[in-house]
Nanobody, 130 residues
Framework: EVQLQASGGGLVQNGGSLRLSCAAS????????IAWFRQAPGKEREAVSC????????HYVDSAKGRFTISSDNAKSTVYLQMNSLKPEDTAVYYC???????????????????????WGQGTLVTVSS
Protein backbone atom coordinates (compact mmCIF):
# COMPACT_ATOMS: atom_id res chain seq x y z
CA GLU A 1 0.00 0.00 0.00
CA VAL A 2 1.38 3.40 -1.00
CA GLN A 3 1.49 5.92 1.79
CA LEU A 4 2.73 9.48 2.04
CA GLN A 5 2.82 10.90 5.55
CA ALA A 6 3.32 14.65 5.77
CA SER A 7 4.35 16.17 9.08
CA GLY A 8 6.14 19.14 10.59
CA GLY A 9 3.55 21.84 10.28
CA GLY A 10 2.73 24.23 13.05
CA LEU A 11 2.40 27.83 14.14
CA VAL A 12 5.36 30.10 13.52
CA GLN A 13 5.91 33.83 13.58
CA ASN A 14 6.57 35.96 10.53
CA GLY A 15 10.18 35.39 9.50
CA GLY A 16 10.43 32.04 11.24
CA SER A 17 11.30 28.60 9.92
CA LEU A 18 9.76 25.16 9.71
CA ARG A 19 10.86 21.87 8.20
CA LEU A 20 8.21 19.67 6.69
CA SER A 21 8.74 15.95 6.19
CA CYS A 22 7.08 13.58 3.77
CA ALA A 23 7.68 9.94 4.68
CA ALA A 24 6.96 7.56 1.82
CA SER A 25 6.30 3.85 1.76
CA UNK A 26 4.89 1.26 -0.60
CA UNK A 27 6.89 2.19 -3.68
CA UNK A 28 10.50 2.38 -4.83
CA UNK A 29 11.42 5.79 -3.51
CA UNK A 30 14.28 6.61 -5.89
CA UNK A 31 12.08 5.88 -8.88
CA UNK A 32 9.61 8.60 -8.01
CA UNK A 33 9.35 12.34 -7.95
CA ILE A 34 7.95 13.98 -4.84
CA ALA A 35 6.33 17.39 -4.73
CA TRP A 36 5.04 19.75 -2.11
CA PHE A 37 1.77 21.56 -2.76
CA ARG A 38 -0.16 23.95 -0.57
CA GLN A 39 -3.72 25.11 -0.34
CA ALA A 40 -4.73 28.23 1.50
CA PRO A 41 -8.34 28.79 2.61
CA GLY A 42 -10.49 29.74 -0.34
CA LYS A 43 -7.70 29.24 -2.84
CA GLU A 44 -6.73 26.55 -5.29
CA ARG A 45 -4.02 24.03 -4.51
CA GLU A 46 -0.69 25.20 -5.89
CA ALA A 47 2.70 23.63 -6.39
CA VAL A 48 5.54 24.80 -4.17
CA SER A 49 8.51 22.60 -4.97
CA CYS A 50 9.38 19.17 -6.28
CA UNK A 51 12.31 16.83 -6.58
CA UNK A 52 12.97 13.99 -8.98
CA UNK A 53 14.59 11.29 -6.85
CA UNK A 54 15.87 9.48 -9.93
CA UNK A 55 18.21 12.28 -10.96
CA UNK A 56 18.09 14.88 -8.20
CA UNK A 57 16.52 17.67 -10.24
CA UNK A 58 14.58 20.18 -8.22
CA HIS A 59 12.06 22.88 -8.99
CA TYR A 60 10.67 25.79 -7.03
CA VAL A 61 7.89 28.20 -7.77
CA ASP A 62 8.97 31.81 -7.76
CA SER A 63 7.50 32.55 -4.34
CA ALA A 64 9.61 29.76 -2.80
CA LYS A 65 12.93 30.49 -4.47
CA GLY A 66 15.59 31.61 -2.05
CA ARG A 67 13.47 30.76 1.00
CA PHE A 68 12.55 27.08 0.67
CA THR A 69 14.83 24.12 0.09
CA ILE A 70 13.66 20.66 -0.91
CA SER A 71 15.84 17.66 -0.16
CA SER A 72 15.56 13.90 -0.19
CA ASP A 73 16.93 11.17 2.06
CA ASN A 74 16.69 7.95 0.08
CA ALA A 75 17.76 5.84 3.06
CA LYS A 76 14.77 7.11 5.03
CA SER A 77 12.42 7.40 2.01
CA THR A 78 11.68 10.91 3.16
CA VAL A 79 11.55 14.26 1.41
CA TYR A 80 12.00 17.44 3.39
CA LEU A 81 10.95 21.00 2.75
CA GLN A 82 12.97 23.48 4.75
CA MET A 83 11.05 26.74 4.85
CA ASN A 84 12.82 29.88 6.02
CA SER A 85 11.77 33.51 6.16
CA LEU A 86 8.16 32.45 6.36
CA LYS A 87 5.48 35.00 5.61
CA PRO A 88 1.78 35.13 6.53
CA GLU A 89 0.95 34.40 2.90
CA ASP A 90 2.68 31.01 3.29
CA THR A 91 -0.14 29.97 5.60
CA ALA A 92 -1.78 26.89 4.11
CA VAL A 93 -2.22 23.17 4.37
CA TYR A 94 0.85 21.60 2.80
CA TYR A 95 0.54 18.30 0.96
CA CYS A 96 3.14 16.00 -0.53
CA UNK A 97 2.50 14.01 -3.67
CA UNK A 98 4.35 11.41 -5.71
CA UNK A 99 4.66 10.55 -9.38
CA UNK A 100 6.64 7.87 -11.17
CA UNK A 101 9.85 9.38 -12.45
CA UNK A 102 9.22 7.83 -15.85
CA UNK A 103 6.65 10.57 -16.40
CA UNK A 104 9.27 13.22 -15.62
CA UNK A 105 11.81 12.16 -18.22
CA UNK A 106 12.54 14.98 -20.63
CA UNK A 107 10.14 17.36 -18.89
CA UNK A 108 10.63 20.46 -16.88
CA UNK A 109 9.41 19.63 -13.38
CA UNK A 110 7.35 22.79 -13.24
CA UNK A 111 5.18 21.55 -16.11
CA UNK A 112 3.69 18.58 -14.25
CA UNK A 113 0.01 19.22 -13.78
CA UNK A 114 -1.85 18.84 -10.51
CA UNK A 115 -3.88 15.92 -11.81
CA UNK A 116 -0.81 13.99 -12.92
CA UNK A 117 0.45 13.23 -9.43
CA UNK A 118 -0.42 9.64 -8.54
CA UNK A 119 -0.36 9.61 -4.76
CA TRP A 120 -1.14 12.22 -2.12
CA GLY A 121 -0.46 12.58 1.57
CA GLN A 122 -2.96 13.89 4.10
CA GLY A 123 -1.58 17.40 4.57
CA THR A 124 -0.01 19.33 7.40
CA LEU A 125 -1.09 22.81 8.45
CA VAL A 126 1.37 25.68 8.44
CA THR A 127 0.26 28.92 10.06
CA VAL A 128 2.45 32.00 9.94
CA SER A 129 1.39 34.78 12.26
CA SER A 130 2.04 38.41 11.43
Amino acid sequence: EVQLQASGGGLVQNGGSLRLSCAASGFTFDEYGIAWFRQAPGKEREAVSCIDNSDGRTHYVDSAKGRFTISSDNAKSTVYLQMNSLKPEDTAVYYCAAISAMFLVGRRLGTVGLNEWDYWGQGTLVTVSS
